[in-house]
T-cell receptor, first 113, second 112 residues
Framework: DQQVKQNSPSLSVQEGRISILNCDYT??????FLWYKKYPAEGPTFLIS?????DKNEDGRFTVFLNKSAKHLSLHIVPSQPGDSAVYFC????????????FGTGTRLTIIP | NAGVTQTPKFQVLKTGQSMTLQCAQD?????MYWYRQDPGMGLRLIYY???????DKGEVPNGYNVSRLNKREFSLRLESAAPSQTSVYFC???????????FGEGSRLTVL
């Protein structure tokens, strides 16, 4: 039972344009969401998070949007840069801090120069 | 600042052999985790330890055992390796105050 789903295994975007990565979840108890970025041969690194009390969180070029009614979140990267090429994982937990994270299957983003 | 350190980085085993993956963190985190990453499957939780002295099963615990040796160290043991355990293994840790996990660089295991 995949509780966190990333339905697009891959995405290609022109440099300078907007990248939009999507994530859906099924467990209505999830209330804290994170995005991780992973380069080959490295561990995932934290990118940005959002609590369910918010619908948007922004950090520089990265913005995460949360639609609780649709159980959907998205990561926007503007403008996209070649260094953004990586695999992006969406993750969710029931309570920030104390609960384990459930990860999606990942989306491989390729930025085309 | 080392963060989360995993050893070994690469290992090849024959079916039936045993081995232990070691993990240590120097961030004074309470919680530690072992995940495996497989193509098309994302990161799946094997075992975790919410605090020193406790361990719990994750999504895919079969074939594995863990030991939380102390606050810093959390090891993962394969008693009798199987080809289905060929994967990349990641150790991670976090504090109890935020949801952010800090990952090690991974250990690539191949079981022949």
């Amino acid at each position: 039972d995949q509780q966190v789903k990333q339905n697009s295994p891959s995405l290609s975007v022109q440099e300078g344009r907007i990248s939009i990565l999507n994530c859906d979840y099924t467990n209505s108890m999830f209330d804290y969401f994170l995005w991780y970025k992973k380069y080959p041969a490295e561990g995932p690194t934290f990118l940005i998070s959002i609590s369910s009390i918010k619908d948007k969180n922004e950090d520089g070029r990265f913005t995460v949007f949360l639609n609780k009614s649709a159980k959907h979140l998205s990561l926007h990267i503007v403008p996209s840069q070649p260094g953004d090429s990586a695999v992006y994982f969406c993750a969710a937990s029931r309570k920030s801090g104390n609960e384990k994270l459930t990860f999606g299957t990942g989306t491989r983003l390729t930025i085309i120069p | 600042n080392a963060g989360v350190t995993q050893t070994p980085k690469f290992q090849v085993l024959k079916t039936g052999q045993s081995m232990t993956l070691q993990c240590a963190q120097d961030m004074n985190h309470n919680s530690m985790y072992w995940y495996r990453q497989d193509p098309g499957m994302g990161l799946r939780l094997i075992y975790y330890s919410a605090s020193e002295g406790t361990t719990d099963k994750g999504e895919v615990p079969n074939g594995y055992n863990v030991s939380r040796l102390n606050k810093r160290e959390f090891s993962l043991r394969l008693e009798s390796a199987a080809p289905s355990q060929t994967s990349v293994y990641f150790c991670a840790s976090k504090t109890g105050t935020t949801g952010e996990l800090f990952f090690g660089e991974g250990s690539r295991l191949t079981v022949l």
